[in-house]
């Protein structure tokens, strides 16, 4: 009671006596009355009112008498008591004020602020403010540029470095940016300040890490951060600083534990939280949260929703509703009843999330409105909302008897959904779209898909065909769209050559420390150690990030190049493909969807994506990729059963679009899931029956009557032809042949990231390849220690061909390591160079840069990997592709070296001969097939491995020399008869 009334004393005599007030007199008076934000006290939330007024007194007094550094704290802890009592207009009004003022009194601060301690804090307050206004990207702004100035003074304060690379890492978080996220926590563990407080800060950065970890789902290193992080709040005498800790620690715990399935577990810790709490605490909301996204993870749906209600309840009982966290809340709800089949109530839901955001009630009356692209800030959460309500349109117009409105409405909303999702990916790392799209993206565009199915299936027309073929486009390969448009617009020359320089600078030492990392975490370094390159990595980062945000900012025609996002039209791709028959698929967990164009005509079908049909596909994968390799090639088990799987597939996968088709006898294939590792040329037209004998060559493969050729994407047809690749003056061709002899035996390689070992063999037939190749095209190649990996890297700039014929290892639980081996090279004193050195990792290979028209990786398991659901398979032969090389010859499993060597070198002999692509390596696979004077090696698995990805014109033109003799008869034939005329005339 008695401190109450002194608050009110120093109130009034404030308001009504305070002109003429010293300097000193105001700090004093600041900090006795116990409102310090470094000691909250229970006056932030009980008496929030009263609080607010006070600093507002103190801000008016201080403005007022010229105190600047005291205008600017006592803003700061304004900001901070309102954005703990949800008043974030009052928050928001205070930074501005703040912003200003140190905009406006730079100079003046220089003194009365000169180790930029209180400044730091504003602008802190200020990049919060954004955060909670969702705006990212403002945010960011301010943290870096305040981050930058840190590093500039010479003695900083740490607390104030740690807690703004925390604040850059939630923002990101908040996102679900999580590359970023990591980056900045772990300069943000970096700068923990020494001290009585560095438990306190350090147990923060615990804390950090553990949450991101859990969102990246590495539920065990979680657990270990928060764990330590317990332990040091548990050692600490308890006070009200650390409660907020404790209770998020117990949060965060039950959601590990929940989604380790120890559903028991998270209740306990929930309990414990909460015990902790009252309704007034602003905590209490993260924890009603994480007890309903606990519940929904247990597939409690209808206990998860009771708990996100009374989040809203605790939001709007603030003196401003935080609209972003009232939608996100929102999204959850809508969720849930999506989850147990109510779509009209998430629909509602979705709805009311809108009339919050946009401040219009009339989405609560016309479920069918959407918001306005123009007015949109692109976030997670928005999208989510859209999703949500795209899926709800299409499952409703499922029971209705006139689904063709709601169908209608579904698509509309599916399309901007799509808008959104493209402003977004603009805005983020290609790696953190990559996540999102895995986990919330790639079911909606195979639901808007089977949405213009239906839709099609009452009224056929090519704008459906259109719209079908538009969400199929954007449902794959947008990382590595991204990275070749971003190639393709550096090329233009739209950025200065050096500014392009600086950039690959930055990639190349962002790639050498990952791989340092991944060596030091192989070979058990010192934590010091690995702690050291972390910071490096996470510094290059976070360098790398700003300066790509200035190559934006100051170069717009680059941006806009890099940023063109346009899918062709099924009249357009009828125009480029001419006389051929494009196929495109989409692999859905039930379905999968086939659109086929020609230059007239247009195919929409949906095939049931049964186990039946699964199991086909397995057992032929495994038979012509020599996994189900009997003891005899001809063994007719075998062979029966490989004939009844290609034939069964060929009719499910190709037929209903082909029997369209009459007379187009050149494909292009654009497969997607698990369509990328079939190579289709094995697939037979007629299944032949009563056989007594295993004959691989007399069967009816659509090799035989068929050209194919695959692609990523639709798109990229377009964006190849548009690109013109002009190579660098240097040779047609170079080849690489690697030697593996070792006097030892064979050569052993670890597997960098994955802990195991391999065994690279001699190639017998490798060095003739390149031998071969190199006569054909009269270019260079080298072999043994010339085949090294800094000569591939330094040469094949100045080459229309790039030829490699070596070992490659794959991957797959980190396909970035996935990599081409080359010849060891002796280093000082003839001893042989620290293993690892003598590979070009994939991420490497992301970096090259590449010229090269085309790039013949003559290898195994080069156009294989990891499959990633809406990128495709993360191959070798990919991230060539990725480097800027339009088209590529590559393998989809482990190749036998002979006849891999065979088919090349017909491939090369057709290539210079003239013919397109796609028809020389067609014509080496059937010159081999027919040549082969063993039944057995005219198994599918010799020949069928190799695939072309790419543009199908000849590389070089068809020799002429031939046709000069006949023109020489026909000319002597001429003048004879023109002889004789004149003679008898």
Known sequence: MVKTLVFFAVILWIRTDCFGISYADLRRLKFEAGFDRNEPVHLYTKNYDNSRLYFLAIIDTSETEGYWDICLQALTDLAYISSRNFSYQTMKEAAEKG????????????????????????????????????????????????????????DPHKESVFIVYSYIAESYMNLGLYEKVYTYYLLAEKSIPDGPDRNYYASFSDQYLGTYFYRIKNYNQAKWHLTKALKTIRREEFTSDWKPLLISNYDLLALIYENLNRHDSAMIFLKKSLALQNIHDPGIVDTYENYGDCLWRYTDFTGAIPYYQRILEVLERGTYINT????????????????????????????????????????LFHTDKNPELASIQPDK???????????????????????????????????????????FRQKISTDDFKEFFVTDIRQMYENAVMACYSAYETSPSDTLIDMALYFMEKSKNQVLLDAIKANYAKKSGKIPESVVDLENQFKNTGVELQNTLYRLKFNNAEPGLIQQCQYEYAKNHSEYSAFLREIEKNHPAYYNLKYKNKVPTIDEIRRKIKNSLLIEYMVGGHDIAMIALSDKISVFKV???????????????????????????????AFNRFVHNAGNLYSILLKPAIDEFKGK?????????????????VLIKNIPSNWQVA????????????????????ELLFEYSEQKNKSKSGTMYLGFAPSYDQKKGLRKVNILGSGTAAFLTPLRFSTQEIEEAASIFKGRAYFGANASANSFKEKIHSSKIVHFAGHTIINDSIPELSGIFFSDVPGENGMTKENGEEVIYVNEIFNLNMDAELVILSACETGTGKLLRGEGLMSIGRAFKYAG???LIMSLWKINDRSASEIINRFNRNLKKGQNKDVALRNAKIDYINSTEMHGRAHPFFWSAFIMIGEIKPLFHKS???????????????????????RTH
Not at 329 to 334: E, G, T
Not at 343 to 355: C, D, G, M, T
Request: glycine letters at 2%.
């Open 695 to 714: 004959d691989y060559k007399k069967l009816n493969y659509i090799l035989k009557e068929n050209t194919i050729r695959y692609e990523f994407s639709s």
């Open 665 to 681: 006898d050149r494909l292009i294939v654009i497969p997607d899931g698990m369509l990328c590792f079939l190579p289709f040329e």
């Open 381 to 423: 959460i928005l999208i989510r909302l859209l999703i949500i309500k795209s899926n709800a349109l299409f499952q409703l117009s499922d029971r209705a008897k006139d689904n063709q409105g709601l169908l209608m409405s579904s698509l509309s909303t599916f399309h901007l959904t799509t808008l959104v999702i493209d402003e």
């Open 960 to 982: 002429r020399i031939a046709f000069i003799p006949a023109v020489l008869v026909f000319i002597t034939v001429f003048l004879l008869f023109w002889l004789r005329y004149r």
């Open 885 to 887: 090389c339009p088209n």
């Open 99 to 154: 912003h200003r003022i140190i905009r406006e009194k730079s100079a003046l601060l220089d003194s009365l602020d000169s180790q930029y301690s209180i400044r730091a804090e504003m602008l802190t307050m200020i990049g919060s403010c954004y955060l909670k206004y969702n705006d990212t990207e403002k945010a960011s702004v301010i943290f870096e540029a305040l981050v930058k100035k840190l590093d500039n003074i010479p």
């Open 324 to 363: 972003f966290k009232i939608a996100q809340i929102h999204s959850k709800i809508a969720d849930c009843y999506q989850k147990l089949g109510n779509n009209r109530e998430s629909l509602k839901v979705v709805q009311h999330a809108f009339a919050v955001l946009y401040r219009d009630s009339s989405f």
């Open 607 to 637: 095939i049931r994506n049964t186990p039946q049909l699964r199991n086909h596909i397995k057992e032929l994968l495994q038979d012509v990729s020599g996994k189900n390799k009997p003891k005899d090639r001809l063994d007719l088990n």
